[in-house]
């Protein structure tokens, strides 16, 4: 995926308007993450309409108010605007998260084509080695919801222990993510306290011994004495 993106620029949809434009920015952006590749249009009220489902199931899996870690997604827009201000106005519809391409940029019209791209919107989904997971995830976001990432997710072979929806804790104990911990923590303190008492035994078994050693020795000769 990387090498898609190697040698372009990408943009943050924030007000900073942030750009990726070195190999670094692009390969810490882009690196063993699941990308989307959003081709839309301000033109196409089915992309309007489309934007806001995309934004929340963005947001549900990506912003720390939903999820303790953020997914291994990337939202990139390509734009099939008429124009850099409907673009801009489209863009607005979109998570601050999102990256895009700008629009002089004639990579957007590269991807079109390379992606076969023949309806809008589209959303192709590709795995980290820039293979594709989905032609158009559309239907399937819109039937599945936030959800859908775990099948990528899946079918990406991307192991992510850590990232867990919010929806997911409901109905659990944090207890049990902390049990373990602590039974193997007392376990270990079990050992140690045995090894302690086995020490002690050898000592006072030592001990005893030599006691009665000494007392055999002493009755001897006292017992010479008489």
């Given at each position: 995926?990387?090498?898609?993106?190697?040698?372009?620029?990408?943009?943050?949809?924030?007000?900073?308007?942030?750009?990726l434009?070195?190999?670094?920015?692009?390969?810490?952006?882009?690196?063993?993450?699941?990308?989307?590749?959003?081709?839309?249009?301000?033109?196409?009220?089915?992309?309007?309409?489309?934007?806001?489902?995309?934004?929340?199931?963005?947001?549900?899996?990506?912003?720390?108010?939903?999820?303790?870690?953020?997914?291994?997604?990337?939202?990139?827009?390509?734009?099939?605007?008429?124009?850099?201000?409907?673009q801009?106005?489209?863009?607005?519809?979109?998570?601050?998260?999102?990256?895009?391409?700008?629009?002089?940029?004639?990579?957007r019209?590269?991807?079109?084509?390379?992606?076969?791209?023949?309806?809008?919107?589209?959303?192709?989904?590709?795995?980290?080695?820039?293979?594709?997971?989905?032609?158009?995830?559309?239907?399937?976001?819109?039937?599945?919801?936030?959800?859908?990432?775990?099948?990528?997710?899946?079918?990406?072979?991307?192991?992510?222990?850590?990232?867990?929806?919010?929806?997911?804790?409901?109905?659990?104990?944090?207890?049990?993510f902390?049990?373990?911990v602590?039974?193997?923590?007392?376990?270990?303190?079990?050992?140690?306290?045995?090894?302690?008492?086995?020490?002690?035994?050898?000592?006072?078994?030592?001990?005893?011994?030599?006691?009665?050693?000494?007392?055999?020795?002493?009755?001897?000769?006292?017992?010479?004495?008489?």
């Amino acid at each position: 995926m990387v090498d898609l993106f190697i040698d372009r620029v990408l943009v943050k949809n924030n007000k900073e308007r942030d750009e990726l434009d070195t190999e670094c920015e692009i390969v810490m952006g882009l690196q063993n993450r699941i990308l989307m590749l959003f081709f839309a249009s301000a033109a196409c009220d089915g992309c309007q309409q489309f934007a806001l489902t995309l934004s929340n199931f963005f947001k549900r899996l990506t912003d720390e108010f939903y999820v303790d870690r953020s997914a291994q997604l990337v939202l990139l827009y390509i734009s099939l605007d008429e124009s850099e201000e409907k673009q801009e106005s489209f863009l607005k519809e979109l998570p601050k998260k999102c990256l895009f391409l700008a629009y002089e940029d004639p990579y957007r019209r590269e991807l079109e084509a390379m992606f076969n791209v023949e309806e809008l919107p589209t959303v192709v989904v590709l795995r980290p080695d820039c293979s594709i997971l989905a032609n158009n995830a559309v239907e399937e976001i819109l039937c599945l919801g936030s959800h859908c990432y775990r099948n990528w997710q899946e079918a990406a072979e991307l192991i992510d222990r850590n990232f867990m929806i919010s929806d997911d804790f409901e109905g659990k104990s944090m207890r049990s993510f902390s049990d373990p911990v602590r039974r193997l923590k007392y376990k270990v303190e079990d050992e140690k306290k045995k090894k302690k008492k086995r020490k002690k035994g050898r000592g006072r078994g030592e001990g005893g011994e030599a006691e009665v050693d000494g007392e055999e020795e002493g009755g001897g000769r006292g017992g010479g004495s008489w």
